[in-house]
């Protein structure tokens, strides 16, 4: 294990109805003019959207609002949310909504207290500084309720890039599972499988003596796993939901994946699919993750039997390892069919003849030089490799 | 799963040397003029107090100083510490060792900025304010370096008793393992099953719908058990520390208790053995857990199984589902047993003719009103039964 510091400071407020009190806990975190930033039609229809706006109302909180983010959050809209912010002297920035409106919101906060470009922040410098962040989430999903992270794609060039630092970070997030039971089928698989990745991003690891880490990640992806055929099965499976919310936050404010290298080179090469083709985030990373397990396999096969006889439950192959590995791969995929997501490029309409260019875009774009991941260094042709094993 | 909140802004620093930033942590939080608190010898002869003093210095923090916290800290030292707090206008108290020390300096930190006697915080007040706390960890048990709670003992009576409140948690933790190196093999084992028996509070619970903090107890509960044996055969072996160390921190840090009734019924039971007796709080547990977990077993069988097959790695008795889970229980014994932990009154001394005693205080002190815990209400009669198991 390596030397780390650990810090999530962010309030959590976890259940059926917690929407309510949303003014309550802008006010405990020093909001009085608040911009509130959503999507589009399902928040304002199903009247998230009035019972927030109420609970501040009860709290004498003024607000205006930002609606209109899209998946894959453009800079456009967050031009715009810093300007309004700018002009309405807003002093806490409230997203309502998924991964894709809390990123927007960050963009927005550490936007409108900064001199410069906000673009600058997605091409590597730091952000120290932010107006307040609190959420209200309507998806199980990213883990951006929690951590200190934003993902945000120019429109000029389809760009899509991160930002981090502590600034980001929401003061507190509402978190009520039954807000993502109108969610459609896809987009909740989407959300298991990018709560998997996250997982398993940091589960591939060269660091070793990370017994506790390790045992937290399986205990969170057994969850899921157990979760997730009871809420595609049912919508409306409230406590399947909760498992999968609290799982999903866990598994991204760090607490598992602390004091050992971090590999994060499926998101690099997934993150060409969603701003090439417009994917859904989930959707391109149930492609990408069992393709890249399959081509590092060697790497460490071990590690990729461990995962499959503790978490995937296969029988250990004690004379041949790697046979037992390669089941864990298998029993991914079968279970990421089985959730209705994609494994190949057809599926999302991607193409064959853009897997140079994007191949080359992951391994140098966002400032990377060369290579993406570290549980194994990733060049323009591995990534390549990668990308024909979902043809 | 239950409506809840999680709240966890505890900064963590971990691993080998970080209490020589002790200094730019108290700076981080505001602290200027800081109460040194501690127990005796080791910390001192180690060296460690100097370290610390010295990374404060560096920082130009002024500092005095209050040592002598026993195990099982009493009422004593807190008052003297709160008349030096005011004496010497404190605005920070540092912790530097064990879950006794910290819990004497929560005590001195609420007491110091209270007008009545602290004591009220331990009859049922809440703590809504404190002096800032931070802490320097040399023992991995209560968790109390990241959570609202401590425990002090009255010398009027040898009354042990709680208090709560955000204002009692520390705003940093500095978690070296390799501080824990020089602790007796004992207070080792000790702390490991201090680890487990917060685990255990909360895993055995009547609300349903829990996987996700199920998963996350056995995951804790299975890293402990692998990680035990390496540190009891080898006290240098830092990784095994580190492992255990975390899991502590993650074990009382509620992250994996959250949406759940919990129990510590275990808890109250052991506090009359260390409050007579004097023995360590863990290996008090170590008697009391099994015992509890024989008398209540047929509360609910299958949570009993759940926990023999998923941590013990018990084979399932499909016919007679009662025998894997009295299997698991004696899996807990032998591993107690083999870290060293006693088992039976004899071993701590304690006496059959207490029983009748500790079994009234046990249900009706700290503002009970005749029954411990929540997974079953023990009343009297039952505490005295599971006394008598450990005879």
């Known amino acids: 294990m390596e030397n780390f510091t650990f810090y999530s400071p962010t309030y959590f407020a976890f259940g059926n109805g917690e929407e309510n009190h949303t003014g309550s806990y802008i006010k405990r975190f020093g909001g009085s003019r608040v911009l509130i930033h959503y999507g589009g039609g399902s928040v304002v229809r199903s009247g998230l959207l009035d019972r927030v706006k109420k609970s501040l109302e009860e709290e004498d909180i003024s607000y205006v609002e930002l609606g209109g983010v899209k998946p894959n959050p453009r800079s456009g809209l967050v031009y715009e949310g810093i300007e309004l912010c700018r002009k309405e002297h807003v002093d806490f920035v409230l997203a309502v909504g998924g991964g894709s409106t809390i990123d927007s919101a960050k963009a927005i906060a550490a936007g409108s207290v900064y001199d410069g470009d906000f673009w600058d922040y997605y091409q590597g410098k730091k952000v120290e500084k932010a107006l307040p962040v609190g959420t209200v989430l309507t998806i199980a999903a990213a883990g951006s309720e929690g951590s200190p992270d934003s993902v945000i794609t120019k429109e000029e060039g389809m760009l899509k890039r991160g930002a981090t630092g502590e600034g980001l970070r ?174 190949n490029f057809g599926e999302i309409g991607a193409k064959e003849e853009d897997i140079k260019k994007m191949a080359h875009t992951s391994c140098y774009g966002n400032g990377r030089k060369g290579t993406v991941g570290k549980f194994v260094r990733l060049g323009e042709e591995d990534v390549e490799k990668i990308y024909r094993l979902m043809l």
Chains 1, 2 share one sequence.
């Not at 509402?174 to 398993?200: C, E, K, S």
């Not at 004091?259 to 492609?287: F, K, N, P």
């Open 170 to 343: 929401p003061k507190f997030s509402v978190l009520n599972p039954a807000l993502t039971q109108t969610l459609p089928a896809y987009q909740t698989a989407a959300g298991i499988t990018d709560i998997m990745a996250h997982l398993f991003e940091r589960y591939f690891t060269n660091t070793e003596n990370v017994e506790v880490t390790d045992r937290l990640i399986e205990g969170l992806l057994l969850s899921v796993i157990h979760e997730a055929p009871k809420v595609i099965a049912d919508p409306d499976d409230y406590q399947a939901r909760a498992n999968i919310m609290w799982a999903g936050m866990m598994a991204h404010n760090n607490s598992c994946g602390v004091g050992r290298e971090q590999d994060w080179g499926s998101h690099d090469i997934e993150h060409e699919l969603s701003a090439v083709y417009d994917c859904t985030h989930g959707a391109g990373l149930a492609m990408v993750v069992p393709a890249w397990m399959t081509y590092n396999l060697k790497h460490d096969v071990n590690r990729f039997v461990q995962l499959a006889v503790r978490v995937w439950g296969c029988q250990m192959d004690f004379q041949n390892p790697e046979v037992t590995a390669r089941a864990g791969i298998r029993a991914l995929k079968n279970f990421l069919r089985s959730i209705g997501m994609p494994l």
